[in-house]
């Protein structure tokens, strides 16, 4: 059974893409994904990728943070700066999508530094857990401990 909010998101998808009039084969392509895989979402079967909503909400010209909120990737009651702020991230070409996700988990781990909680996902948890991160200028340490210099620094 689909969760209600991958049955809202499907609804408000259609209807998006209805008022675009744009045909369910047209925004597949648009957007880069399959033509099932799209239906599926639209009829809340499927709960897709942060990438995948943004590819969406390109095609359609509208906030891929609707999108991230209607599919409870962001809570809707979070920070509108930090809402932007991972959206930039998550929509960045240039990076793939195991640098998106590192870079979110430190953005994360100096929010919580500085006292602004926000929820994080058990792959961040576990990350933070095992004491491994970057420093801001790019060395790699664990439990605050430089193992290795960034030749780029």
Do not use: W
Request: without cysteine; negative net charge; charged residues 30%.
């Amino acid at each position: 059974m689909a969760s209600l909010n991958v049955g809202n998101l499907g609804e408000y998808l259609r209807e998006q893409r209805r008022n675009a009039q744009l045909s369910l084969r047209q925004l597949a392509d648009a957007a880069g994904v399959s033509n099932p895989y799209l239906s599926q979402i639209e009829r809340g079967l499927r709960k897709p990728s942060a990438e995948v909503l943004q590819q969406v909400a390109k095609a359609l010209r509208i906030s891929a943070e609707t999108l991230y909120v209607r599919a409870g990737i962001l809570d809707a009651e979070r920070d509108r700066d930090d809402v932007e702020t991972r959206a930039v991230i998550l929509a960045d070409p240039s990076l793939n999508e195991r640098q998106k996700q590192v870079l979110l988990q430190v953005y994360e781990s100096f929010r919580k530094e500085n006292g602004f909680g926000a929820d994080v996902d058990a792959d961040a948890d576990a990350d933070a857990d095992s004491g491994a991160g970057a420093d801001v200028d790019g060395d790699a340490t664990v439990d605050g401990a430089e193992t290795v210099k960034n030749p780029h620094s």
